[in-house]
């Protein structure tokens, strides 16, 4: 994991520690009730620690996702055999959970570990966008088999179409509007109940 170290070299059973106590923390409290204080303790690290080594629970939090201690429950639409409904349930779930500003911060922190090219935004593409990407095209490619002929598009590229739209959003900080979300629909499942 290439994380810049300040201070002493890391301890790795402290390091497998705090990511650990990372991961259960996030499971049992969720972002917006984690803290440093929380992670050190459930750890048995002092929170001097934490700070000299990753700055900010968004750091540990990145870590966490990139080296599997911590699996995000992001899912791909549920498929009720209403394409367009499944995605806008979808989609407005999401918009629900990005809008909290602690999850936010996470949301932009994990996104600026995308834009690198190192081993973590390779760990967080796989263990994270991946398998959303992958149900994405797997549930349009359902549809498809469906209704022949009714998409616009490969169910592949619709797919990506969904995942890079709603990254670049999340990316820049842009509101997931209700309005952005039908207008989505609108281009990828035109006409579709």
């Known amino acids: 994991m290439s994380v810049e170290q300040r201070g002493r070299p890391r301890s790795e059973k402290s390091r497998v520690a705090v990511l650990e106590a990372t991961a259960g923390l996030m499971v049992d409290c969720g972002y917006e009730d984690l803290t440093i204080e929380g992670i050190a303790a459930a750890a048995g690290v002092g929170k001097q620690t934490i700070y000299r080594w990753w700055g900010s629970k968004a750091g540990v939090v990145v870590e ?19 394409l367009r409904g499944d995605l806008r349930g979808w989609l407005l779930e999401l918009k629900g959970e990005i809008e909290a500003p602690e999850v936010s911060r996470l949301v932009q922190a994990i996104m600026s570990a995308l834009t690198s090219a190192g081993e973590t ?8 966008i991946q398998p959303i990407m992958d149900g994405l095209d797997a549930r349009f490619g359902a549809h498809d088999r469906a209704h022949p002929g009714q998409l616009t598009a490969p169910p592949q590229f619709l797919a990506e179409t969904v995942g890079a739209s709603l990254l670049l959003h999340v990316m820049f900080a842009r509101p997931l509007t209700v309005e952005w979300i039908d207008q989505l629909l609108d281009l ?6």
């Open 188 to 193: 990828v499942v035109p006409g579709s109940p």
């Open 64 to 82: 966490a996702l990139a080296e599997g201690y911590l699996q995000m429950p992001l899912t791909a639409p549920a498929d009720s055999g209403d």
């Open 121 to 128: 935004s390779s760990a967080i593409h796989e263990s994270l």
